[in-house]
């Protein structure tokens, strides 16, 4: 800044440094904030100055949460001695009395702890006495006390305690259920932990262990937060999120267990069960990666690389043919997710298969390859195949999958350099030969007698969806689509489906139809062509 003006001030409590890029503080005793950085040398910059003017030595990260304030000046901040903060945390700890662990002193206990949802300063204080005075093992005896005495008013109170201490034994007594919930029989003795694959890191099986653990406690033990509440589940959130990023970060380090996961799936010979078990592992990988930084070593670039060198696209096409419907859904949720990240690397896939393609020119070839040459057998197809096969009437999945189409066929997001390996005008041209037809199928076979053959509304949801994605395809590419229009007389077609009973149809192809005479009628002014 140009002046020393103090344009900003406020105190500052326990800030600290985590995972190399995020730098964290509080500014009171509700608000937490956090700076984070796209690469580590930003991140170590900006804390080397913050150390720098408080005195202390940035190598030196604190291991507690501790209020810089409390201390008189220059104390612990000059030296960063370690032994200066845990002196401050054990004056912070004494300054909190617990009531004795006993069965008359419960509700002061919980009083106690519901009473420092409002200050972050004495919440640290309380986890720094129960920890010291070893409470939670003194709580659990009490509980299985409390359990042989069937004292049930107790017991409500340890919800209400574990609550604010996560504690999954004491979470079963919620005084707003009729019937204890089983929450340790089910993490204990019926949830069962079954590796699709063999997992041979030993600290990763226990990182995934701990995380469906929490997940469930924060899921199903712990009610929903109120307003007043929102940030009792932080550590929670955190916890789960950096022990995503370790599970996939583990899971890309470990060579063995990609191969065997992606060989597997290529291969056409194994069971629909393995098939699924194996789909629902990789469509858990690629969600867990939602909580990886876009960019950096452990980003989601780096993510979706280390997929494509698998060549995890090849996967898509035996498991999109799955009898398995959960199969089937769990591959197209799969493929979303990587169009949406990097839709070229798709595109370039599909066009690569369409030249195959038209490189297998003798027959002998043709038939060993059949599943293949078929113009509806190529990946694109499948994909709008299983788009139009929606079996739900709201087509969750085939929206799904059409918006998946859209950033396909989105021309502004493709390569259009000379050198590029994916050409727009080539993969357009692509589409318009060997997919379009199977896009309109529903609409063509539909309208073959001049009326609509079916109109009740799961066909007309699904027709009202091709329509929307012709008018699209109208609108990015009209020199394709005016061309697909006038050989295969799509005007006759959209004229049928005004006649359906369901508005929303006819309103949609009514659109459709305007959009065609008006993109028609601007051709023919513009040009003295015969062929229109």
């Not at 204080?125 to 004292?151: P, R, S």
């Not at 065997?260 to 010979?269: A, G, I, R, T, V």
């Not at 189409?405 to 000379?418: G, Q, V, Y």
Request: aromatic residues 8%; glycine residues 2%.
């Amino acid at each position: 800044m140009a002046t020393q003006e103090l344009f900003y001030h406020t105190p500052v409590f326990r800030e600290s440094l985590l995972d190399e890029t995020l730098i964290v503080w509080s500014e009171s005793d509700t608000c937490d904030l956090a700076l984070s950085f796209q690469d580590k040398s930003g991140c170590e910059h900006i804390w080397e100055k913050i150390c720098q003017v408080q005195g202390r030595d940035p190598e030196q990260h604190p291991d507690f949460t501790g209020n810089y304030d409390d201390l008189e000046d220059g104390d612990g901040l000059e030296a960063g001695n370690q032994a200066v903060y845990n002196a401050q945390r054990a004056v912070n700890a004494a300054a909190v009395t617990l009531p004795p662990c006993e069965l008359s002193r419960l509700q002061d206990l919980e009083v106690l702890l519901s009473s420092s949802f409002s200050s972050a300063q004495l919440r640290e204080k309380l986890a720094l006495a129960i920890e010291n005075q070893g409470y939670v093992a003194k709580l659990c005896d009490l509980f299985h006390m409390c359990e042989d005495l069937e004292n049930v008013e107790a017991l409500r109170i340890m919800h209400q305690i574990a609550r604010d201490m996560n504690i999954v034994g004491m979470l079963e007594y919620d005084p707003t259920q009729p019937q204890p919930r089983r929450h340790r029989e089910f993490l204990f003795e019926k949830a069962r932990f079954r590796e699709v694959l063999p997992i041979r890191n030993d600290e990763l099986r226990q990182k995934i262990h701990q995380t469906y653990r929490v997940q469930y406690v924060q899921d199903v033990c712990l009610p929903a937060p109120s307003l007043f509440e929102e940030n009792l589940l932080s550590v929670l959130n955190s916890y789960l999120f950096f022990n995503r990023v370790d599970i996939v970060s583990m899971l890309q380090e470990d060579k063995q267990l990609l191969k065997e996961l992606f060989d597997q799936l290529k291969d056409p010979s194994i069971s629909t069960e393995r098939r699924k078990d194996l789909t629902m592992f990789l469509k858990e990988f690629c969600s867990f990666s939602t909580s990886l930084q876009p960019n950096g070593p452990q980003g989601r670039e780096v993510f979706y690389k280390t997929l494509m060198q698998n060549d995890v696209l090849a996967t898509i096409e035996p498991c999109i043919m799955s009898k398995d419907p959960q199969t089937m859904a769990t591959t197209v949720e799969m493929f979303v997710m990587i169009v949406e990240f990097n839709p070229q690397t798709a595109r370039d896939y599909l066009l690569q298969q369409g030249r195959n393609l038209s490189e297998a020119k003798n027959v002998r070839l043709c038939i060993l390859a059949s599943f293949l040459v078929c113009p509806n057998q190529v990946l694109l197809n499948r994909l709008i195949e299983r788009m139009l096969s929606d079996a739900d009437p709201e087509l969750a999945s085939g929206m799904a999958m059409a918006q998946v189409m859209r950033s396909l066929l989105d021309p502004d997001s493709m390569i259009s350099a000379p050198n590029s390996k994916c050409e727009r005008h080539e993969f357009l041209t692509f589409f318009y030969r060997r997919s379009m037809e199977t896009l309109c199928r529903a609409i063509v076979e539909n309208t073959a007698d001049g009326i609509p053959k079916k109109d009740d509304y799961h066909t007309a949801n699904k027709q009202a969806m091709v329509v929307d994605l012709l008018c699209f395809c109208f609108e990015h590419h009209a020199v394709h689509m005016r061309n697909y229009c006038i050989n295969n007389k799509l005007l006759n077609k959209v004229l049928v489906l005004l006649q359906s009973k369901h508005h929303f149809l006819a309103l949609s192809n009514f659109l459709l139809y305007f959009i065609i005479n008006l993109h028609l009628f601007a051709v023919v002014m513009a040009s003295s062509n015969s062929f229109y």
